[in-house]
């Protein structure tokens, strides 16, 4: 065997918010190193389109509408998935809402919907997922967080808390899961060129803000490639801990 090794040949893999950004750099980057894969995502004619870029690269690949706010869809998903790939080996946690103005102003209504999504949905598939991987041998969870969970930066409302949980909760079960050769990691990646973060990105390019010490914007493609390294062999040392991937934004301080 190689000492790096990024083959994911006979893996299956799913993926939240798969059909975008950083979700579709994932998936395009398991796909090319031969994992079978299942994304997940709201929006209809991007699910399609990437889904279509995925049985192009000639692995299996099912695309899956799915509201991951609603535990029932994450229920039919994670069996739907099963059904039609025979089990799943990784699951990347990528699905993701954001939060805006001062936490002095959260209502209820935004907790739940914020909670729902970064930290309710990957805690219940990764609680379904945990069975499937048992009875392949084992498993990989990658949580997507931010490096926002690590630091917080003003006006961002509920986001950054509910990150810092995700954080927390794959240092949990990648402490809990270990007997059960199931591994878990969280990526906090810094500012990266995402629907979510657009309104933030045109904030920082407009006003010629030096976001970070390399001096540019996360691409998905950055984020994708350590994914796919802690997902297959050459990663099989990393369990319970933060990768921050951010061009050295946390030295800069948070954006205020």
């Not at 084992?138 to 509910?162: D, F």
């Not at 954080?167 to 899961?177: A, Q, R, S, Y």
């Not at 976001?211 to 490639?225: L, S």
């Amino acid at each position: 065997m190689p000492i790096v090794d990024h083959s994911m040949n006979g893996k299956v893999a799913l993926i939240t918010g798969g059909s975008k950004g950083i979700g579709r750099a994932i998936a395009l980057a398991f796909a090319e190193n031969g994992a079978d894969v299942a994304i997940a995502a709201r929006g209809l004619e991007a699910l399609e389109t990437t889904g279509g870029e995925l049985r192009e690269v000639g692995h299996r690949a099912v695309a899956i509408p799915a509201d991951v706010g609603s535990t029932e869809a994450l229920e039919n998903l994670y069996e739907q998935v099963v059904a039609e790939l025979g089990g799943i080996d990784i699951l990347v946690n990528n699905a993701a809402s954001g939060g805006a103005g001062p936490i002095s102003e959260l209502k209820e209504a935004e907790f739940q919907r914020v909670m729902a999504i970064n930290l309710w949905a990957p805690i219940r598939l990764s609680q379904l997922c945990r069975t499937s991987m048992k009875e392949r041998g084992g498993g990989m969870i990658i949580n997507i967080s931010s490096n926002e969970g690590v630091r917080a930066s003003p006006g961002l409302g509920i986001y950054p808390p509910s990150k810092a949980a995700l954080i927390n909760f794959t240092e949990l079960i990648g402490k809990e899961w270990a007997k059960d050769s199931i591994r878990a990691v969280a990526i906090a990646p810094g500012l990266c060129r995402t629907e979510l973060a657009a309104g933030l990105i045109e904030r920082v390019e407009k006003n010629n803000i030096n976001i970070n010490p390399m001096g540019r914007i996360g691409e998905p493609e950055d984020i994708a490639a350590l994914v796919l390294t802690l997902a297959t062999q050459a990663g099989r040392f990393a369990t319970a801990t933060t990768y921050v991937l951010d061009g050295g934004e946390l030295s800069a301080g948070p954006l205020g």
